[in-house]
């Protein structure tokens, strides 16, 4: 069964702080890697990362894909308090062909809180 | 702000009735997946639809089923509900582009209360 654990549960910080978001996962024929940032509702897509894209950054946000530790980070530079939400990390597996199932497993989430 | 649509926000069923939800694909995309995340835990698949045709199944039973139309819009349908379907439902659409899959967005969901 394959499985996904983020860590830690929650983390609380101030305004200006670096965060290091963390992801581990245990399937079989790893696709891809997704990071999703949950405020109330909606989980927002940010990067999608593959063996073919292990390294994405956009602003503030960056994110890299360990295929060997079978790990993803999450880094947040300069947080504000907008950046308050679920982070939500999921995986794709599975053998691929036109057609077939694209199941994600997520792991239950990172709350994290921006104190001004 | 994604192209993906969902209705209603919020419902409220007593338990043993029926539900239909609704979900408007972005556009171009192909496939659609539902998901349910209880509160405080993260989605589980429900399952995928691709050209109307359902293509994989999580673990759920039966009761949970589902359509796509020509327009690539879905709907997820459960039967006698239980009060343990109180959950926020999501659909996600996709481009299955024969290469792969393309980033998976998410509707701002349906909030399922049974009582």
């Known amino acids: 069964e394959d499985k996904v654990v983020q860590s830690p549960l929650s983390l609380v910080v101030h305004e200006g702080d670096t965060v290091t978001l963390n992801c581990s996962y245990e399937?079989?024929?790893?696709?891809?890697l997704l990071w999703y940032k949950q405020e109330k509702k909606a989980p927002t897509f940010l990067f999608m990362l593959t063996s073919s894209g292990i390294e994405k950054k956009s602003g503030r946000l960056s994110s890299i894909l360990d295929k060997k530790e079978l790990s993803s980070i999450l880094n947040i530079t300069a947080t504000q308090t907008g950046d308050s939400a679920i982070y939500l990390c999921a995986v794709e597996a599975g053998l691929w062909s036109s057609g077939s199932a694209r199941q994600l497993t997520f792991g239950s989430g990172t709350q994290l809180t921006v104190l001004p | 702000e994604t192209g993906v649509t969902q209705s209603p926000t919020h419902l409220i069923k007593t338990r043993g009735q029926q539900v239909t939800l609704r979900c408007s694909s972005q556009?171009?995309?192909?496939?659609v997946s539902w998901y349910q995340q209880a509160l405080g835990q993260g989605p589980q698949f429900i399952f995928q639809?691709?050209?109307?045709?359902?293509?994989g199944r999580g673990n759920f039973p039966p009761r949970f089923s589902g359509l796509q139309f020509p327009n690539y819009s879905s709907e997820l349908n459960v039967n006698a509900l239980e009060l343990d379907d109180s959950a926020l439902y999501l659909c996600?659409?996709?481009?299955?582009?024969?290469?792969?899959?393309?980033?998976?967005?998410f509707g701002q969901g349906t909030r399922l209360t049974v009582v």
């Open positions: 996600a659409s996709s481009l299955d582009n024969s290469a792969g899959f393309t980033e998976a967005f």
């Open positions: 556009s171009g995309h192909n496939t």
């Open positions: 399937v079989t024929n790893f696709r891809s």
């Open positions: 639809y691709y050209r109307e045709e359902e293509n």
